[in-house]
Every structure is written in C-alpha cells, then in structure tokens.
C-alpha cells in the first residue's frame, strides 16, 4: 500500500499543468511535498557510513517510529516567493477552547492576522520570536469572547503567536518581508504567474521541517518547474552542524 501511494505520488508530480504563458512575462510551478519518517529509516538502513547524517543517527541510537507524524498527509506547507512592492495579506484564524484553528502561518512582515476568540474569556494575544537571542514582543489589545479582531505582524522572522491566558492556544509563525507565500497539501503543486523577468527567492517552508531557500531565474516568455520535499534530513542535519 506504501509503495502505491509512492507511485501515485510520482504520477500525480509528472502531470501537473505548467501556468498560461503571457507575453512578456514568465511563472513558477512546482510540486511541494514532504518526507515521512519511515523514508529517514530507510536512509539510515541504507547509509551507514558514520561520517553521513543517517550514520551517526544510527549510532546515537536514535530511531523515528512509525507511529509519528504522517508527513504525507500533512495540510500545512507553504511556498514562499520574495518580489517587490507587494500589498499586504490577510490570514484568518480562529481561537478555540481546544486550541488554534492553525498550527501555522507563513506570511509577509505587515500582513494582519484576522483573530477570532470563540474561547469562553478574553484571550490577550501577542507575538514572540522564537530564537535563541531573540527579545522583541509585539503585544496586542484583549479580545473578548466571540469577538474578532486584525493585527498587524511587524516582526520578521521564526515568531510564535501566544496567549497570555492559554498557553494552549499557539501558532508557529515564519515571517519575512516582501514574501507572497502559497498554501498546500504535501505533494500538491503550486504556482506564481505573470512575474517579470529576474531572479527571485523562493522559501519551502514548514514548521516542523525548517525552510528550504532556492534562488531562480525567471525568463520572458517561459515557466520555471521547481520541485521541492521537506524532510526529516534538514531538520537532523542542521542539528548535527
């Protein structure tokens, strides 16, 4: 059964439609998905050498199991690309007494995030950078219950929305500026139309398997395909280095 959805996967990859050319300008298009951690086994079993990322998993006695994420099912994965002049977004998003309606958001530094509190109190929500030396907060005023309401993120950067009176309500944010990021399901595709021609920043990104960072070329007249998968191996790698 593993191996047919591999194989519908692949055929799924081959099949997908390149963007409309217009005159003059060019697109991008692809196929996001991710890697299980069942494939990161294989990889081990089949790389041993101590001196590869799977080798020296393989000595800490460190071992993925199969009951953990199914990243092929994942619904969560974001395409970025980084172009000029962009008008800013919005993000909706939902606030339960179970938790938030999204694990994660992927946007541009100055989109607003559209809140709502369907919780039974006032949640005083606010934005944290999640790395190591990283100090700023950007604060919000309370929300009632039932109410909404939008914020603008002028932070940049690995960010966490968090409430002050649930700690159960979270939502792991990547924020850069200039970025018009694509939402999908791992193994669909994706695509920009009608750029002008140059070179542009593409970001994969999802938050549980980091980012990966592509530049392109695009050209007048032709569409540029670039397949991408988030795996396992980014995460277990930049640990190791």
Not at 8 to 16: E, G, N, Q, T
Not at 120 to 133: D, K, P
Not at 173 to 181: D, E, P
């Amino acid at each position: 059964m593993k191996y047919l959805f591999l194989l519908s996967v692949l055929i799924l990859s081959a099949c997908v439609n390149a963007p409309k050319i217009i005159s003059g300008k060019g697109s991008v298009y692809g196929v996001l998905s991710a890697d299980s951690h069942s494939a990161f086994n294989k990889k081990m079993n089949d790389n041993q050498d101590i001196t590869s990322i799977y080798g020296e998993m393989q000595t800490t006695g460190i071992k993925y199991q199969s009951d953990m994420v199914d990243y092929a099912k994942l619904d969560e994965l974001y395409v970025g690309l980084i172009q000029a002049s962009l008008p800013p977004q919005q993000h909706q998003i939902t606030a339960t007494t179970k938790g938030m309606s999204r694990k994660s958001i992927a946007l541009a530094t100055g989109d607003t995030l559209l809140i709502r509190n369907n919780t039974n109190q006032i949640q005083n929500f606010f934005i944290a950078e999640t790395s190591v030396t990283g100090e700023n907060i950007q604060t919000f005023p309370g929300l009632a219950t039932g109410a909404s309401a939008s914020y603008k993120v002028e932070l940049e950067g690995d960010l966490e929305l968090l409430s002050e009176d649930n700690e159960a309500l979270k939502t792991v944010l990547f924020s850069k500026k200039n970025m018009l990021t694509k939402r999908v399901n791992s193994g669909d595709s994706f695509q920009f139309e009608n750029l002008a021609p140059g070179s542009y920043q593409l970001i994969f990104w999802y938050w549980r398997l980091g980012k990966i960072q592509q530049t392109i070329q695009v050209k007048s007249d032709e569409n540029t395909r670039v397949d991408k998968i988030l795996t396992v191996d980014n995460v277990i790698n930049a640990y190791l280095n």
